[in-house]
C-alpha cells in the first residue's frame, strides 16, 4: 500500500500550488483522507481532513478560506488545492488515510502515510 504525495515546489508569496496524493495497492474510497504538515524546526500539524465520499471537510484555522481538499475516488486520488500562499505556508506536506469513513485533525486516526512532498513559500 503506498501513498504518493506529489505536486510541491517553490512558489511566491500569494501564488498557488496543486498538490495530488495517488494511492496504490488498495482503494480508500470508503476512508477518509487528509493533509498533514510539517514546517521547518516545528511539530507536524492537521491542515484539512475530508470524508469518504468528499461530502464533509475540514480544515485548520490557518488554512480555512485559502486551501481546498478534494478526492477522486474513480482515480483513487486525494488533492489540495492551495490558494493565497504565504511563507508561513513552508512545509513538508503529507496525505494520509484514515481508518474510518470520517476523521478530522487527530494524526493518530490515520494508518497510511505519504512520504510527502515539499513545498516553498518566498516572500
Known amino acids: 500500500v503506498q501513498l504518493q504525495a506529489s505536486g510541491g515546489g517553490l512558489v511566491q508569496a500569494g501564488g498557488s500550488l496543486r498538490l495530488s496524493c495517488a494511492a496504490s495497492g488498495r482503494t480508500f474510497s470508503n476512508n477518509a483522507m487528509g493533509w498533514f504538515r510539517r514546517a521547518p524546526g516545528k511539530e507536524r500539524e492537521f491542515v484539512a481532513a475530508?470524508?469518504?465520499?468528499?461530502?464533509?471537510?475540514v480544515y485548520a484555522d490557518s488554512v480555512k478560506g485559502r486551501f481546498t481538499i478534494s478526492r477522486d475516488n474513480a482515480k483513487n486520488t486525494l488533492y489540495l488545492q492551495m490558494n493565497s500562499l504565504k511563507p508561513e505556508d513552508t512545509a513538508v506536506y503529507y496525505c494520509?488515510?484514515?481508518?474510518?469513513?470520517?476523521?478530522?485533525?487527530?494524526?493518530?486516526?490515520?494508518?497510511?502515510w505519504g512520504q510527502g512532498t515539499e513545498v516553498t513559500v518566498s516572500s
Open positions: 475530508i470524508s469518504w465520499s468528499g461530502s464533509s471537510t
Open positions: 494520509a488515510a484514515a481508518r474510518s469513513s470520517y476523521s478530522g485533525s487527530l494524526s493518530r486516526d490515520y494508518d497510511y
